[in-house]
């Protein structure tokens, strides 16, 4: 049966791709890095444009200042990669969405194990919410004088929060990705 349009996305790469029935060996990176350079964090309510590739590439330096492995660096940088074939839901509204959840997770699950070769255990996905969540503390710090948590959450990295250019940053993913690739399976 032919597949309808309504049932994919044609990405970057022209691939028409179907998040609710992803293969995968039709995810790919190029793909990942463009769209998230592309999304913008906060919905679009941050003042300034600061990209969600931006926020990946910030928790994998986060990571590795915390001394997480070359594994737990290139988790982060990949968290939010099912982001760039759902797109993004706030987290006041997606935790209402179980369906939507279950789609991230899964497709989430399968970006894990195309580019690290395994799901991260609970332990490693702790670390790598406790990353995003401590970006996500600092970004609406900077962005809108707003403390999420009660507790500040301690950053070790050197965050930039600046808007910077698109391809910049889709480059800039690009070759982290590919550097951590080559360090993991070294």
């Given at each position: 049966?032919?597949?309808?349009?309504?049932?994919?996305?044609?990405?970057?790469?022209?691939?028409?791709?179907?998040?609710?029935?992803?293969?995968?060996?039709?995810?790919?990176?190029?793909?990942?890095?463009?769209?998230?350079?592309?999304m913008?964090?906060?919905?679009?309510?941050?003042?300034?444009?600061?990209?969600?590739?931006?926020?990946?590439?910030?928790?994998?330096?986060?990571?590795?200042?915390?001394?997480?492995?070359?594994?737990?660096?290139l988790?982060?940088?990949?968290?939010?990669?099912?982001?760039?074939?759902?797109?993004?839901?706030?987290?006041?509204?997606?935790?209402?969405?179980?369906?939507?959840?279950?789609?991230?997770?899964?497709?989430?699950?399968?970006?894990?194990?195309?580019?690290l070769?395994?799901?991260?255990?609970?332990?490693?996905?702790a670390?790598?919410?406790?990353?995003?969540?401590?970006?996500?503390?600092?970004?609406?710090?900077?962005?809108?004088?707003?403390?999420?948590?009660?507790?500040?959450?301690?950053?070790?990295?050197?965050?930039?929060?600046?808007?910077?250019?698109?391809?910049?940053?889709?480059?800039?993913?690009?070759?982290?990705?590919?550097?951590?690739?080559?360090?993991?399976?070294?």
């Amino acid at each position: 049966m032919d597949t309808i349009m309504a049932d994919y996305i044609t990405t970057y790469t022209k691939v028409h791709f179907t998040p609710l029935n992803p293969k995968k060996e039709e995810i790919r990176m190029e793909d990942i890095a463009h769209a998230l350079s592309m999304m913008t964090r906060a919905n679009g309510h941050f003042p300034e444009f600061y990209s969600v590739g931006q926020h990946c590439l910030a928790c994998a330096d986060e990571a590795h200042a915390r001394g997480g492995s070359v594994f737990l660096e290139l988790a982060c940088l990949l968290h939010d990669a099912a982001e760039s074939y759902l797109a993004d839901v706030t987290r006041p509204v997606k935790q209402h969405m179980e369906f939507f959840e279950k789609a991230e997770s899964r497709l989430l699950n399968m970006i894990y194990e195309r580019f690290l070769g395994r799901i991260p255990t609970g332990e490693e996905q702790a670390f790598i919410k406790q990353v995003d969540d401590t970006l996500l503390y600092h970004e609406f710090y900077h962005y809108m004088g707003e403390k999420l948590f009660e507790e500040p959450m301690q950053i070790i990295s050197a965050p930039c929060f600046v808007t910077r250019n698109f391809s910049e940053i889709e480059q800039q993913y690009k070759e982290r990705f590919k550097a951590l690739t080559a360090r993991l399976y070294s």
